[in-house]
């Protein structure tokens, strides 16, 4: 553990020399009293997604104590829709695992992730944080399973147009320097995202990269580690509003926008997913993919017509689920096929020690990373409400697991093959699809909203408010009037620029 500790890019973690969840009060307090904190920052998402803010100038020790322990007021209907206002008022509580240095801030500020509750003292139902907290531990007390996910986190980074090593269009993969401008930047945002608690794998220049009106658009992805459902919500949602503020700080714009334009690589946001139990990853047995891992791809190939709702959740969305290009629109799943919905990407399920073969200095020990194997999901994009998006996904692997005919299901949907090929065209015939549209959307949701309500895990009154959100967008023929017309689209992006 001491290891893990000296190499933490947090600065909370390597002062208090434990983990974030072992995060007190009075650790808090000892942090902010010895670094000459004099800022606290309260965040939190409301019904938009976006990370709010709640400035406190500390002024006291007993002040600080009182912040930390009681939070504070807010107006609830200014945040959720669904929220009356003559009965408006809602608490914010800090979450002491989450608190973080911020990165950005010339005032030494500490900002903390909070919950809401209602005026009774209780966890407020409708808060994305909560709902998501509820389907995780209907998940564990049903099925003894814990759910660990991660997110892949595409965005382009737009500037002004510069003829120096001009790269190609669309074949921007994994480019480097000077091909590729904005590699300082995302290493800069990695950076700032871990030492604010994001458990970051890797980030890399992707695919989408080309020149419109004077101005380059650049793709770039930061992928994250799996980790506990909650923290893995939390630092999707950290991780934005650090590129955004950076992109700021360095006087360019980006965008997660799940379409750009016609012809050119939209943004996802593919979800990757394990199911553990005492700790050890259970999506493998014997080196094949085991059953658990197949009845939750069941589940979340079930609801993921009603998934869109929390994963896709403007008119753009749909103009990047397309047929015939990488998104997916079919509902099926696969191995290391990106044609499919849900993939089962490579998971070191073999024995053979590479390293040793790539290094002959190294001894040839059997090596097992089975435990890295997870399952992708692969609709979602930055329009997302990732908190509602991962309680969804949660449901929908409790649904699985619990599915009578859910491994028939699972056998009946898997591909191995290019489903948009002529020739596999009767396998293409047989799958059903993701919506086309919002509207299409919202009526899938109401289809299965019972599923989401078991449990009590949503609220009637949330999933209501989110189709009734989505109908209002009138969209069901949007993608034939547009789809052809980059001027219109470009109309569309702009106006849901900031998803």
């Known amino acids: 553990?001491?290891?893990?500790?000296?190499?933490?890019?947090?600065?909370?973690?390597?002062?208090?020399?434990?983990?974030?969840?072992?995060?007190?009060?009075?650790?808090?307090?000892?942090?902010?009293?010895?670094?000459?904190?004099?800022?606290?920052?309260?965040r939190y998402v409301a019904e938009d997604g976006r990370l709010k803010c709640l400035n406190f100038v500390i002024n006291s020790k007993e002040h600080l104590d009182n912040i930390l322990s009681t939070g504070e007021r807010v107006d609830g209907s200014s945040l959720f829709s669904h929220i009356e206002a003559g009965e408006s008022d809602l608490y914010v509580i800090p979450r002491f695992r989450t608190a973080f240095l911020n990165p950005f801030s010339e005032i030494p500020t500490l900002d903390l992730l909070c919950s809401f509750f209602d005026a009774a003292g209780n966890p407020y139902e409708g808060a994305p944080e909560y709902v998501l907290k509820k389907a995780h531990d209907a998940l564990q007390q049903r099925t003894g399973y814990q759910f660990e996910a991660m997110g892949e986190l595409e965005y382009y980074v737009i500037s002004e147009e510069e003829k120096l090593f001009e790269a190609s269009d669309q074949k921007n993969y994994h480019e480097a320097e000077p091909f590729a401008k904005w590699g300082c930047f995302r290493r800069e945002a990695m950076l700032a995202v871990a030492q604010c608690g994001g458990n970051i794998k890797y980030g890399?220049?992707?695919?989408?990269?080309f020149t419109q009106k004077g101005q380059v658009y650049e793709q770039n992805e930061?992928?994250?580690?799996?980790?506990?459902?909650?923290?893995?919500?939390?630092?999707?949602?950290?991780?934005?509003?650090?590129?955004?503020?950076?992109?700021y700080q360095y006087g360019v714009t980006v965008t997660f926008a799940p379409k750009i334009t016609v012809g050119k690589a939209g943004s996802g946001l593919h979800i990757h997913t394990r199911l553990t139990k005492d700790g050890k990853n259970v999506m493998t047995?014997?080196?094949?993919?085991?059953?658990?891992?197949?009845?939750?791809?069941?589940?979340?190939?079930?609801?993921?017509?009603?998934?869109?709702?929390?994963g896709n959740t403007n008119p753009t969305s749909y103009l990047r689920l397309v047929p015939n290009q990488e998104a997916?629109?079919?509902?099926?799943?696969?191995?290391?096929?990106?044609?499919?919905?849900?993939?089962?990407?490579?998971?070191?399920r073999e024995s053979i020690?590479?390293?040793?073969?790539?290094?002959?200095?190294?001894?040839?020990?059997?090596v097992d990373f089975s435990e890295r194997q997870t399952v992708e999901f692969?609709?979602?994009?930055?329009s997302a409400d990732i908190y509602l998006l991962l309680a969804g996904l949660t449901v929908a692997a409790r649904h699985g697991l619990e599915m009578e005919k859910g491994l028939e299901y699972a056998k009946k949907t898997y591909v191995d093959v290019d489903i948009f090929d002529k020739e596999h065209q009767h396998k293409l015939n047989q799958l059903d699809h993701l919506p086309a549209s919002c509207i299409e959307s919202a009526h899938r949701l109401e289809e299965q909203k019972t599923i989401y309500k078991a449990d009590n895990v949503f609220p009637e009154s949330l999933l209501?408010?989110?189709?009734?959100?989505?109908?209002?967008?009138?969209?069901?023929n949007l993608r034939q009037e547009i789809e052809k017309n980059p001027d219109k689209i470009l109309d569309l992006v702009n106006k849901y620029f900031h998803v």
């Open 285 to 310: 047995e014997s080196g094949e993919l085991s059953n658990i891992a197949k009845r939750a791809i069941a589940g979340f190939l079930d609801l993921a017509p009603s998934l869109t709702a929390f």
């Open 353 to 366: 020690n590479m390293s040793a073969i790539a290094n002959p200095l190294e001894k040839d020990d059997p």
């Open 204 to 209: 890399h220049s992707e695919v989408g990269n």
């Open 222 to 247: 930061i992928e994250f580690q799996p980790t506990p459902l909650e923290e893995a919500a939390d630092q999707l949602i950290i991780a934005k509003w650090v590129i955004r503020e950076l992109a």
């Open 1 to 42: 553990m001491k290891k893990n500790i000296e190499m933490q890019p947090n600065p909370l973690v390597q002062y208090l020399n434990k983990p974030t969840g072992e995060f007190t009060k009075a650790d808090l307090i000892k942090y902010i009293e010895d670094n000459d904190i004099e800022m606290i920052n309260f």
């Open 378 to 382: 692969r609709s979602p994009d930055g």
């Open 464 to 476: 209501n408010t989110r189709i009734k959100q989505l109908k209002d967008f009138e969209d069901q």
């Open 328 to 348: 997916p629109t079919n509902i099926c799943w696969g191995d290391r096929n990106r044609s499919v919905l849900v993939r089962v990407p490579l998971g070191w």
